[in-house]
């Protein structure tokens, strides 16, 4: 059975750090990119991060570039996220998702087909 | 970033219905367009890809069309389940951007 499993959240000062880790199961992890997205209480879902099969390109919204680091362990089939200098507006529950592909008319069509179901992060003093 | 934008915010149905909801992209995306389903408390679930692709197992009473900046998920013959919040998302360039999303309500 295709699963992601986060875990790491809780609650957190201002200004530390805390890392989330995304456990896979039932695929071949290193075959696909994988993204991490978050929502904020009552809010819409918000990209944050993707990282290739090989964990050598990485791309961040810029709400978090120089604060957080996605990576990975395909020996361990698990994908992180390295969260620091945490603010209150990072507060939220995240999300690890799988990047898949489609293959239309010789267009590639990306989207998100697995997802977890996330870990709350709550940022206060 | 290209900015994608949904209408309406929220609509309220009645069993049986047909509601369409719109996204719009600030910049042509061709058909690099994703629509998620979203229930209080829930993952978002994937529902169709390339801006018309359905998933696999996804009913089809949904269906998905448009291409370049404007899009279009509707529902016929609303169910029950078919309540949740719906969002776009675009993938055609990093970042990758969801619309604020649309909250389907029972009327």
């Known amino acids: 059975q295709v699963q992601l499993v986060e875990s790491g959240g809780g609650v957190v000062q201002p200004e530390r750090s805390l890392r989330l880790s995304c456990v896979a199961s039932?695929?071949?992890?290193?075959?696909?990119?994988m993204y991490w997205v978050r929502q904020a209480p009552g809010r819409g879902l918000e990209w944050e991060a993707v990282i290739s099969n090989d964990g050598s390109q990485k791309f961040y919204a810029d709400s978090v570039k120089g604060r957080f680091t996605i990576s990975r362990d395909n020996s361990k089939n698990t994908l992180y996220l390295q969260m620091n200098s945490l603010r209150t507006e990072d507060t939220a529950v995240y999300y690890c998702a799988r990047d898949n592909k489609e293959v239309l008319g010789g267009g590639k069509y990306y989207y998100m087909d697995v997802w977890g179901r996330g870990t709350t992060v709550i940022v206060s003093s | 970033d290209i900015q994608m934008t949904q209408s309406p915010s929220s609509v309220s149905a009645s069993v049986g219905d047909r509601v369409t909801i719109s996204c719009r992209a600030s910049q042509g995306i061709s058909s690099w367009l994703a629509w998620y389903q979203q229930k209080p408390g829930k993952a978002p679930k994937l529902l169709i890809s390339?801006?018309?692709s359905l998933q696999s197992g996804v009913p089809s009473r949904f269906s998905g069309s448009g291409s370049g900046t404007e899009f279009t998920l509707t529902i016929s013959n609303l169910q029950p389940e078919d309540f949740a919040t719906y969002y776009c998302?675009?993938?055609?360039?990093?970042?990758?951007?969801f619309g604020q999303g649309t909250k389907l309500e029972i009327k």
């Open positions: 390339a801006a018309s």
């Open positions: 998302q675009q993938a055609h360039s990093f970042p990758y951007t």
């Open positions: 039932g695929f071949t992890f290193n075959n696909y990119p």
